[in-house]
């Protein structure tokens, strides 16, 4: 079965940096989008970025200019480099990746557990 692990979130003062990682691992035949999504205490669950196949990178204005999504194909894991972080960044970060397993020829959205992510002011 497949399976989101993220790491790298933590406690961070405003203005620091902290990179974000999600490793897909299983039975996968291919993936197609990974993303990051994070969700604040009472907010709804929303895109902070995402990258096709072929790198091509979609950002949430929140994060333009000070967030950077990437990818290691041959690792089946994105990155979120995220720098001069601010309090309203503080939420639980979750990976997401549109991916084919092994036993299919369909692609399905998987969830990590997600990390939190506390950016103290």
């Known amino acids: 079965q497949v399976q989101l692990v993220e790491s790298g979130g933590g406690l961070v003062q405003a203005g620091g940096s902290l990179t974000l990682s999600c490793t897909a691992s299983g039975s996968i035949r291919s993936i197609n989008a990974m993303g990051w999504y994070r969700q604040a205490p009472g907010k709804q669950r929303e895109l902070v970025a995402a990258?096709?196949?072929?790198?091509?990178?979609n950002y949430a204005a929140s994060g333009k200019g000070r967030f950077t999504i990437s990818r290691d194909n041959a690792k089946n894991t994105v990155f979120l480099q995220m720098n001069s972080l601010k309090p309203e960044d503080t939420a639980v970060y979750y990976c997401?990746?549109?991916?084919?397993?092994?036993?299919?020829?369909?692609?399905?959205?998987?969830w990590g557990q997600g990390t939190q992510v506390t950016v103290s002011s």
């Open positions: 990258i096709t196949s072929g790198s091509g990178t």
């Open positions: 997401n990746a549109d991916l084919v397993p092994g036993s299919s020829y369909l692609s399905y959205k998987y």
